[in-house]
């Protein structure tokens, strides 16, 4: 077994793990990204793309081609019982990108990748899956096995684990997560649109008494449909497989809850995902140690509600990159314990922010629903409504200042 040689290996080619590869190739460093998975991406899942992570996107050249197939979120609409209760607009939530997009992830992750190789065609490297890790004086050695159980090696001197939130290298490393799970429960389904063209570039959030429904428009004329779930058996849906028909039992009771709560008749027929979800949050006791960092869902995972999760973690990887690039250049080492505070704290807000919305959205009747109601109507009639809107695009996710690197 030949061991290779690298600058930086990311573990995990998920939309995260990649665009940091693309991101450090770009400043010329030699990274390699295994990602276990040999299959080309597919699916929908996570959809929204803030103007910060566009931002991120834009020092490979991504912005493009991603804004060339997004939807264009430039407002958001909430309401309640069939009324308007307020809106909140995007126009100067980001001096760069004045919207929130939103594209299927897999054509999101596909376009990182062909950054990705455009700026280091071999980084990629598919059907590895890590199993071992061991210190050197300056280097980390990593193991895995290939696509046919064939052993691999590589020495690199700094590892990011971007494996998602069963990450492999945090467990290699014994580092432990706290927190807590929720008992709300939402599905979600992308449908052909229903709503009128006026809205095409409107997010609209319904919180009436029987809980909350949220959607999002999304390209091709489709709209992804978010219900707290109800009493419906259907609405505790499996988790959805890419690739497999939606179950139309599930899909049509999604559709009459939506209708119920709503009133927008949606076409069961034409859903192309169907998925249910559980809220959890959880956080690694450690994000950086030694030469070694977690990013992303390996890091901290937090409600998928007001879609901060991916983007969190595509602003780890931009504040990561210039800590690894200097690191490189200059032969210095980590742990950058301001990065990891730093990113803790983003990952907090972002988790409280997410916990809010989550809360707004439950059922409620009587004195309190119209309590809610009259908050919200006048929380988005003020003018600082704006700084709530810079708030759910996530203008707060500032980057720290950047630390001294340790020899």
């Known amino acids: 077994m030949t061991t290779e040689q690298t600058d930086v290996l990311v573990v995990g080619g998920g939309p995260v793990g990649v665009l940091l590869g693309a991101l450090l190739a770009r400043n010329g460093l030699d990274v390699q990204v295994w990602e276990r ?57 980001s001096r760069t990108h004045p919207y929130v997009a939103t594209l299927d992830q897999h054509r999101t992750e596909t376009l990182l990748r062909e950054r990705l190789r455009a700026h280091h065609s071999e980084a990629l490297r598919l059907g590895i899956s890590a199993t071992g890790l061991r210190r050197h004086s300056r280097q980390l050695e990593v193991t895995g096995t290939g696509p046919e159980g064939t052993p691999t090696a590589v020495r690199a001197t700094f590892v990011v684990g971007a494996d998602g939130a069963h990450s492999t290298v945090r467990e290699l490393l014994g580092i432990g997560t706290t927190g807590r799970d929720y008992p709300d429960r939402y599905v979600m389904g992308d449908f052909a649109d229903p709503e009128s063209t006026s809205l095409l570039n409107s997010a609209l959030v319904d919180v009436g008494p029987a809980g909350v429904v949220e959607s999002f428009p999304l390209p091709g004329r489709r709209r992804r449909y ?49 998925s249910g979800f559980q809220i959890r949050r959880r956080a690694a006791q450690q994000l950086t140690l030694a030469r070694i960092a977690l990013i992303g869902d390996a890091a901290h995972e937090i409600s998928p509600i ?80 704006r700084l709530l809107a810079r708030a759910y695009a996530m203008g707060w996710s500032s980057p720290m200042r950047q630390e001294k690197p340790s020899r």
């Open 37 to 93: 998975r040999t299959a080309v991406p597919a699916g929908s899942r996570a959809i929204g793309i803030h103007p910060p992570s566009l931002d991120a996107f834009a020092a490979i050249g991504g912005d493009g081609p991603v804004l060339a197939e997004a939807a264009l979120v430039r407002e958001g609409i909430a309401r309640s019982r069939g009324r308007t209760l307020g809106s909140l607009s995007f126009a100067r939530a």
């Open 226 to 274: 978010v219900a707290l779930s109800g009493p419906h058996a259907a609405l505790w849906a499996p988790t959805w497989q890419p690739g497999s028909t939606p179950d139309p039992e599930a899909a049509s009771a999604l559709a009459d809850t939506v209708a119920q709560r709503t009133g927008v008749e949606i076409d069961s027929s034409t859903c192309t995902m169907l």
């Open 306 to 385: 007001g879609g901060q999760g991916m983007n969190l973690g595509w602003l780890d990887a931009a504040e990561l990159t210039p800590l690894l690039t200097e690191a490189v250049r200059t032969g210095s080492c980590g742990p950058w314990p301001l990065f990891a505070k730093h990113r803790a704290r983003v990952a907090r807000r972002a988790a409280l922010q997410a916990e809010v919305n989550m809360v707004l959205g439950r059922p409620l009747d009587g004195l309190a629903l119209r309590s809610r109601e009259l908050a919200l109507r006048s929380t988005l009639a003020l003018p600082s409504a």
